[in-house]
């Protein structure tokens, strides 16, 4: 079970990622980014 587990851990993570690089190429907002993907910058982009 743990496998699963970790495995859905990182197939989310590289979503977001993508999500993430998307979204300030389009030039939306880092505050709308955060909301949609439930993510926390931890440095300001």
């Known amino acids: ?3 699963k587990e970790q495995k859905n ?3 989310k993570m590289m ?3 993508k ?3 998307k979204s300030i190429r389009d030039g939306v907002p880092t505050k709308k ?3 949609e ?3 926390k910058f ?4």
């Open 1 to 3: 079970m743990e496998k």
């Open 9 to 11: 851990f990182f197939v």
């Open 15 to 17: 979503e977001d990622k």
């Open 19 to 21: 999500a993430i690089i």
């Open 33 to 35: 980014i955060e909301e």
């Open 37 to 39: 993907r439930d993510v």
């Open 42 to 45: 931890a440095t300001p982009v």
